[in-house]
């Protein structure tokens, strides 16, 4: 039997967004970030730790170190990462979080949608039915999660 051998161009760029690791202990965010490492390595993927964002209701705003289980394919096996601070909102999922659980941080991020559909709308021509609508049916929505 005999085998051909064809070319197919493929590209090799890999565009990776958001990684999110979850867990209730230190030690399963370690395993979980020497999983990750060696899945990277294994498939050339380059990872910026500098971006990472760690979250740590226990140990908040602090320099927390991982050190990674041994293997062939971890070049680096100590991962340092700074925990957010406790009044530090952070995005997951495209929902604002705070774990202060502080009502200023609600009215900020309300201020915020406000004044990014005013900028938004500003420069349109838009009658006022216009701009009812679009705040009824798209600003409401999210109010409505912010104050339940």
């Known amino acids: 039997m005999e085998f051909e051998q064809h070319s197919l161009p493929l590209s090799h760029l890999t565009f990776m967004d958001d990684s999110t690791l979850i867990?209730?202990?230190k030690s399963g965010i370690k395993d979980r970030l020497s999983i990750t490492a060696e899945f990277y390595t294994l498939n050339n993927i380059q990872a910026n730790s500098a971006k990472y964002v760690l979250l740590c209701s226990s140990d908040p705003s602090s320099v927390i170190s991982f050190g990674?289980?041994?293997s062939p394919l971890?070049?680096?096996i100590t991962l340092t990462l700074t925990s957010l601070a406790l009044n530090t909102s952070f995005q997951f999922l495209g929902v604002w979080?705070?774990?202060?659980?502080s009502l200023q941080f609600v009215l900020k991020q309300a201020r915020s949608?406000?004044?990014d559909m005013a900028a938004f709308l500003t420069p349109k021509k838009l009658l006022a039915q216009h701009v009812?609508?679009?705040l009824l049916y798209f600003l409401n929505p999210s109010f409505n999660l912010l104050f339940p």
């Open 23 to 25: 867990s209730s202990s």
């Open 68 to 70: 990674l289980s041994p």
């Open 74 to 76: 971890i070049n680096d």
């Open 97 to 101: 979080f705070s774990l202060s659980a």
């Open 113 to 115: 949608m406000v004044k």
């Open 132 to 134: 009812a609508y679009l």
